[in-house]
């Protein structure tokens, strides 16, 4: 068992940056791949960015177009997203998952079995 606790959302205004974060506590965090998701209401959770448990190999979703980073550091079984240049499409619950995963699969929510409980973020001037 893996739990995972988000933290870091917030209001923020458009060109803005946040970084959420990502606590996992049980088993070991380094035995998983980390994944990031975002979810808006009346919408299907979809994928934003991975990182292989070594954290060699991020992998993003189209949309990020060079404005997040995904990291990880293993040490203190943590993960984060960095987010850049935000605008008010990027509205939405973000959510950590952890699973074995690779980098090179297509990347849904089946394939996580751990989640956290999601952080808002809201873009808003």
């Known amino acids: 068992q893996v739990q995972l606790v988000e933290s870091g959302g917030g209001l923020v205004q458009p060109g803005g940056s946040l970084r959420l974060s990502c606590a996992a506590s049980g088993r070991a965090f380094s035995s998983y791949a980390a994944a990031w998701f975002r979810q808006v209401p009346g919408a299907e959770r979809e994928f934003v960015a991975l990182?292989?448990?070594?954290?060699?190999?991020?992998v993003y979703a189209d949309f990020v177009k060079g404005r997040f980073t995904v990291s990880r550091d293993n040490t203190k079984s943590m993960a984060y997203l960095e987010m850049n240049n935000l605008t008010p499409e990027d509205t939405a619950v973000y959510y950590c998952?952890?699973?074995?995963?690779?980098?090179?699969?297509?990347?849904?929510?089946?394939?996580?079995?751990?989640w956290g409980q999601g952080t808002q973020v809201t873009v808003s001037s």
């Open positions: 990182i292989t448990l070594s954290g060699f190999r991020a």
């Open positions: 998952a952890a699973d074995r995963v690779a980098a090179g699969a297509a990347i849904t929510t089946t394939l996580f079995q751990y």
